[in-house]
């Protein structure tokens, strides 16, 4: 039985690598079963006085799933019967902006679904026809919260980018990174959609740091694309991720925001 510890609880999504964060005691495994199957893996706890963070990998405890392989309802089903009231979703990107370099991180502020996989909601029975509002996809409170955080910890973070989700699991072409780029995306992922609205239908807050691992296809000439080397940026850089959340955790207040009542008059005929 859940007893409610006036904390507040926090889901943390991708952080590969995360293990010790300081100011929060690492408390153990939890395995959560939902009606949508499994999470990727066991979420991993960790306590302090005015928190509770429930950490899951994304792509599994060995990276055994792919993204089209991911069971996004069962991540974000299995952290709302945790009771997270936000999500902080870490990803790896291609850069398609030529300002960026590997190892940046960029605060996500919009985004372009790219994938097919917008069936996948936790409104699916006939009768119950709900429309999300996705004018404002990212929690301005959340973002902020991230963006004084990685300030605190003099860590730099790009406030602003424009993530386009893909199918993947195949890295792109070079005409399809120019088309992205002239469709106003700065980053290239396979992973956002449909994280992101499955947390927006759930009504919990959502906030994404994307890491450039790697440029995306094109954007360097006559270069090839390797997997290890976006895997081996990930583990680079997971000290500084770990120092935006240490600094996330020492101040619970932020500022309010509506990502609760998203339900209100998202219903039809409702
Ligand atoms: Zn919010």
């Not at 039985?1 to 991708?14: N, S």
């Not at 996705?134 to 980018?161: D, H, Q, W, Y």
Request: glycine share 10%.
């Amino acid at each position: 039985m859940k007893k409610d510890t006036g904390k507040e609880k926090i889901g943390i999504i991708g952080g590969t690598g995360l293990e010790n964060i300081a100011g929060i005691k690492y408390s153990g495994e939890q395995f959560v079963e939902t009606p949508y199957g499994s999470p990727s893996d066991k979420f991993r706890v960790y306590e302090n006085d005015s928190f509770i963070i429930y950490a899951l990998n994304r792509h599994g405890a060995n990276h055994e799933y792919a993204p089209h392989n991911v069971n996004y309802q069962a991540n974000i089903y299995g952290l709302y019967s945790l009771e997270v009231s936000e999500i902080l979703s870490f990803s790896s990107v291609g850069g398609i902006n030529l300002n960026y370099k590997n190892g940046d991180l960029v605060l996500t502020t919009d985004a372009i679904d790219n994938t097919n996989r917008g069936s996948i909601t936790f409104y699916n029975e006939k009768g119950n026809v709900v429309h999300i509002d996705m004018s404002s996809p990212f929690c301005n409170s959340v973002r902020e919260k991230l963006l004084k955080s990685a300030e605190n910890a003099g860590i730099s973070l790009t406030n602003g980018g424009t993530y386009i989700c893909t199918d993947g699991p195949r890295f792109e072409t070079p005409a399809e990174i120019k088309m992205y780029r002239i469709w106003g995306a700065d980053m290239v992922g396979m992973t956002l959609f449909p994280e992101i609205t499955l947390a927006k239908e759930l009504g919990i807050c959502y906030g994404n740091i994307s890491l450039i691992t790697n440029a995306a296809s094109g954007v360097e000439e006559n270069r090839k694309l390797t997997s290890d080397e976006v895997v081996d940026e990930a583990k680079k850089n997971t000290a500084k991720i770990t120092k935006i959340i240490e600094e996330y955790i020492k101040n619970s207040k932020r500022q309010p925001c509506s990502c609760k009542e998203i339900l209100k008059g998202a219903a039809v005929g409702k």
